[in-house]
């Protein structure tokens, strides 16, 4: 697959996270893979692709939802600890609040889960690829989950990145079954 970056991609990254950007160079360097022509966006110089902008991303990952079974608040009508005992299959059987937290947090964060989360959402069609890659691999599809998390981050703040976790569906939704969540992040 042979693609550039437009203000097209933009529009349409936008609206599968359902975020609208105030600084687009942030967008813009979250959709680059390592190795990409596109190096620069406005202020914004990225030569090795979103790589820095993913370590941020991975980072507020585990913040947000590190953040949510600390404060035992709700995301959206539904409790991180209810999501740790009724969804994670893997933190079944584990005994402490801590243990099934850990678990879980390295489930959701996992590349495997952020590479399957990425191409259901339809965010691989849109990355900028390098020179003579046809699509993107597994841990591409994941670094640019995480470089989209890191820019809505640096954009606007943590309430938003939880806002686009639920969108991407990196935490389930009040109404979802949560067994057919859990499945489909372990598919």
Do not use: C
């Not at 889960?113 to 597994?138: H, K």
């Amino acid at each position: 697959m042979v693609f550039s970056w437009t203000e097209s991609s933009a529009v349409d990254a936008e609206n599968i996270i359902n975020y609208h950007f105030r600084d687009p160079s942030l967008l813009d360097e979250a959709f680059q893979a390592a190795g990409s022509l596109m190096t620069s966006s406005g202020h914004r110089k990225f030569p090795d692709g979103n790589k820095r902008l993913a370590v941020v991303g991975d980072t507020v990952l585990q913040l947000a939802l590190a953040e949510t079974w600390y404060e035992g608040s709700e995301i959206r009508g539904i409790s991180l600890d209810y999501f740790l005992n009724t969804i994670s299959s893997a933190a079944r059987g584990l005994h402490t609040a801590a243990e099934r937290f850990n678990r879980t947090r390295q489930e959701v964060g996992s590349n495997q889960n952020l590479d399957i989360i990425g191409r259901q959402n339809g965010l691989d069609r849109l990355i900028n690829l390098a020179a003579g890659a046809r699509q993107p691999s597994a841990g591409t599809m994941a670094a640019t989950v995480e470089a989209v998390i890191g820019a809505v981050y640096l954009d606007s703040g943590m309430t938003q990145v939880k806002d686009v976790m639920q969108t991407l569906g990196l935490v389930p939704t009040p109404g979802t079954n949560p067994t057919s969540f859990a499945d489909s992040m372990l598919r």
